[in-house]
């Protein structure tokens, strides 16, 4: 999705982070992904084996998808009826609900909005996810996976916080995807 509601798809027979790199080379904006390891080739930065065009390659900045860290806790939530999967619904959905009560504000105010309200919220839930974390990283089921995003995208999720044109989710890309 790009400026305005345009969307862009360009086909490719496999889902590689080649193909990821070719298309969206010398791209310096935000890019929102569902945390797929195809896209992960455009934000890292450069390794000692990067050499010329690849060092100087400008780098994207990755924004994560709230969606996707929401249905991990959903999820969980349906198949084990943890509190913990409970309670991270609840403050995810906070932070839906507050952001949506500002989408018809124009960026600067949505952006405004956001620093002052919704930061405390993300890294209350931040700091919780990171404390709930502790309690099942040793646990093999969708709880674990669920905090275990939450905690690996913190920083792809907050950067919704930079600029008010940013949703919190892909949700609509993936929908014309479909």
């Given at each position: ?55 100087e390659r400008p780098r ?58 919704l930061r405390p919220h ?33 920083e792809p999720l907050m ?20």
């Amino acid at each position: 999705i790009a400026d305005q509601d345009h969307i862009i798809f360009e086909y490719t027979a496999k889902h590689t982070s080649a193909f990821v790199k070719q298309m969206l080379h010398g791209y310096r904006g935000y890019v929102q992904a569902d945390a797929n390891s195809v896209y992960d080739a455009l934000f890292r930065p450069p390794g000692p084996r990067d050499f010329g065009e690849e060092r100087e390659r400008p780098r994207p900045s990755e924004v994560g998808c709230w969606s996707h860290c929401r249905r991990g806790f959903w999820e969980a939530a349906t198949t084990t009826k943890d509190p913990i999967a409970l309670e991270g619904l609840v403050r995810i959905g906070k932070i839906f609900e507050l952001d949506a009560s500002w989408k018809k504000k124009p960026p600067k105010e949505i952006q405004r909005l956001r620093n002052a309200h919704l930061r405390p919220h993300m890294e209350a839930f931040f700091a919780w996810a990171a404390a709930q974390y502790e309690v099942v990283r040793d646990r093999r089921c969708p709880l674990r996976s669920a905090v275990g995003y939450a905690v690996r995208q913190r920083e792809p999720l907050m950067r919704v916080l930079e600029d008010g044109r940013l949703p919190l989710e892909n949700n609509r890309s993936e929908r014309g995807l479909r």
